[in-house]
């Protein structure tokens, strides 16, 4: 069985990954209407014997049909300012 991208129809080599055109295939995530925006965070994902947690957010504008990425997690990793390389905040 092949999974297919359905914005283009590549077939994608791993069953989560994503080109950040959309959101990965995960399960669990937490969901909210906003407006005319759906909101999507966090999940689960994996690959083979890998379970893969996603602190991605994402939102879906109803009207133009469009999916836009908000944060990756990451941003909270990075050292903020007066911050010492490494230290996460809390």
């Given amino acids: 069985m092949d999974v297919v991208e359905p ?3 590549r077939v994608l080599d791993k069953p989560a ?5 959309r959101p990965a295939a995960d399960a669990a995530m937490g969901v909210a209407v906003i407006g005319r925006r759906i909101f999507l965070f966090g999940g689960w994902g994996g ?7 996603s602190p991605q957010l994402w939102s879906f504008d109803v009207d133009s049909k469009r999916w836009t990425i908000h944060g990756t997690g990451e941003e909270d990793r990075r050292p903020g300012p007066g911050r010492p390389r490494g230290t996460v905040p809390r």
Wanted: proline share 0%; no cysteine.
């Fill in 17 to 21: 990954q994503v080109d950040a055109a």
């Fill in 47 to 53: 690959y083979r014997n890998r379970v893969v947690l």
């Fill in 7 to 9: 914005n283009d129809g």
